[in-house]
């Protein structure tokens, strides 16, 4: 029988599937996530996450090897299309036939989910670089907009970094913020956000570095691919030196902000994106 298994788009939540699967002796053929309308000629069956089932399907999997534990934690945290099948197949294999074929990353089951974990790491070593916070009222915050689900993993670089600190970096793209104090992390959904403007000492940090950034430009030396290349686009949206005047402006003021005390810059190669539109909703 075919089936479509509905679940909650946590990892437990996967991982109750996988267990409920086993219980029910069938293979689903898709999986479905969140809140939009099913609309399918299969007959679907909705899994409770069940933290125990989900336990025991992650502890089976890490004693047959630590590097399939691993692949199927971060796997789940990519953009990989059907991402929930690739994994299951990716499961049932090892659970059937033994870690041997990881051995093999031609192998159309793991193949699909290396790559997917390439691109993943490969986003959060660019965002490494490219994450721009802001000071807002003694705390730092910052935005990104990513393909994978990244704060799980880039999330540690800056708790690391910034130890000392308190500071949040919200995900446009998976509506959650990752937030710091001083000895601890959390991730938490946050549906409704929009970045508090700066104050006038923010705003002039904001511009020096743009004007810093404006500066260091060679005119003579302008290669629009090889920047693309070293700095993708999409990231643009998110980067203190892709803004536009709004960005600049500081609170409780209708004027923009002074230039501050730097040489007049040359402007860097190619046109600045438009400005992105900010998440909807409120402050956390």
Same mark, same amino acid.
């Given at each position: ?7 909650? =788009? ?126 807002? =009222? =003694? ?146």
């Amino acid at each position: 029988m075919d089936v479509i298994y509905c679940y909650d =788009g946590s990892l437990n939540g996967f991982l109750s599937c996988v267990f409920a699967s086993y219980v029910h002796k069938e293979i689903p053929a898709g999986f479905h996530s969140g809140e939009d309308v099913l609309y399918t000629l299969f007959d679907s069956r909705t899994v409770p996450t069940n933290p125990e089932h989900a336990a025991r399907v992650l502890r089976k999997v890490a004693a047959l090897s630590p590097e399939a534990a691993l692949l199927l934690r971060r796997g789940f945290l990519t953009c990989l299309p059907e991402k929930e099948s690739h994994l299951f197949r990716f499961v049932a294999k090892l659970l059937r036939a033994g870690p041997g074929f990881l051995q093999n990353r031609s192998d159309e089951t793991l193949f699909p989910i290396v790559k997917a974990v390439q691109h993943l790491h490969g986003e959060v070593h660019l965002l490494k670089g490219f994450v721009r916070f802001s000071e807002l =009222g =003694g705390v730092l915050g910052g935005e990104i907009a990513p393909k994978n689900r990244v704060l799980p993993v880039l999330g540690g670089h800056f708790a690391a970094r910034f130890h000392n600190e308190r500071f949040f970096l919200y995900d446009r793209t998976y509506k959650e913020a990752l937030f710091h104090v001083p000895g601890q992390s959390v991730i938490r959904p946050l549906t409704d956000f929009q970045m508090a403007p700066p104050d006038e000492t923010e705003a002039r940090y904001r511009l020096l570095w743009k004007r810093f950034y404006d500066t260091i430009a060679i005119k003579e030396r302008e290669n629009p691919r090889l920047r693309m290349s070293n700095m993708p686009k999409r990231y643009w949206s998110t980067m203190t030196e892709f803004q536009g005047e709004d960005f600049f402006t500081p609170q409780r003021s209708p004027e923009g902000v002074p230039a501050p005390g730097a040489p007049a810059g040359i402007s860097a190669p190619g046109t600045p994106p438009p400005l992105a539109p900010s998440a909807p909703g409120s402050g956390p």
